[in-house]
């Protein structure tokens, strides 16, 4: 339930990308006067300036903390289904700052965690390009599941 909300939130209030016309955090309103001579604004994203960056270095911290907790079993099925949620959620993110995100991921995130840079590489690569379907079969099947990932979740571990 609380990825749900991040995801809720970086959908709503994250990103400059443009949004498609039917979002629902877009509306047509106003801006001054009224009759012939108002001036109105349409197709605007209720963005909050700065949470792009929050975003991305905080709702990214928490996703990688919750599958790297000794106790999460990524075989239980309500694991599985909260790596799903996690892997939405960094599309979303992804969705909304495009390279921005991909930049911290590469140059700040992964090798502060001393994460392969082949893992590193394919896990940027699907989430640039692949649909989300795709991508969260990968996140599930092929990134939680690789020894580069597993050293990565023991080195977090001894820290």
């Known amino acids: 339930m609380a990825f749900a909300v991040l995801i809720e939130m970086a959908s709503r209030w ?3 990308r443009p949004e498609p016309a039917t979002s629902p955090v877009q509306a047509t309103f106003p801006i001054g006067g009224s009759g012939p001579d108002a001036v109105s604004a349409t197709s605007v994203s ?3 300036p700065g949470f792009d960056r929050f975003m ?3 709702f990214t911290a928490i996703s990688w903390a919750v599958p790297t907790n000794p106790s999460f079993n990524t075989r239980d099925a309500q694991a599985r289904q909260l ?3 996690i892997a939405t959620l960094h599309r979303t993110i992804f969705d909304k700052t495009g390279k921005e995100f991909i930049a911290y991921l590469r140059d700040v995130y992964f090798p502060g965690m001393q994460l392969d840079k082949g893992a590193a590489d394919e896990y940027l690569q699907v989430l640039q390009t692949k649909d989300l ?5 990968f996140f599930v099947v092929s990134f939680l599941q690789q020894p580069a990932v597993d050293g990565f ?3 977090l571990h001894s820290s």
């Open 83 to 85: 790596i799903m949620e």
């Open 56 to 58: 991305i270095e905080r």
């Open 14 to 16: 994250g990103g400059s």
């Open 133 to 137: 379907k795709t991508f969260k079969q």
């Open 46 to 48: 209720a963005v909050i």
């Open 153 to 155: 979740i023991s080195l």
